[in-house]
């Protein structure tokens, strides 16, 4: 699975919206859609922020831990 693949999968399974997560990167909705759905390329320190929000570790969100 890809990176925003995994970003959207554990998104859903918290329940979050893709809003609720783009107000807490401080981004708009249309650009975080973007990352989410591959568009553009996430930058290491958003990934970090996207991990904390999501309350995963930088790794699972990458896809190599088994956190959903």
Not at 49 to 53: D, E, F, P
Not at 63 to 68: I, R
């Given at each position: 699975m890809s990176l925003a693949q995994n970003i959207k999968r554990i998104r859903l399974h918290r329940n979050y919206t893709q809003k609720y997560i783009a107000l807490a990167l401080g981004t708009s909705l249309a650009n975080?859609?973007?990352m989410e759905n591959g568009m553009i390329n996430i930058s290491k320190e958003r990934q970090e922020?996207?991990?904390?929000?999501l309350d995963v570790t930088l790794e699972e969100l990458m896809?190599?831990?088994?956190?959903?």
């Open positions: 975080y859609s973007k922020k996207i991990a904390g929000i896809g190599s831990g088994g956190e959903a």
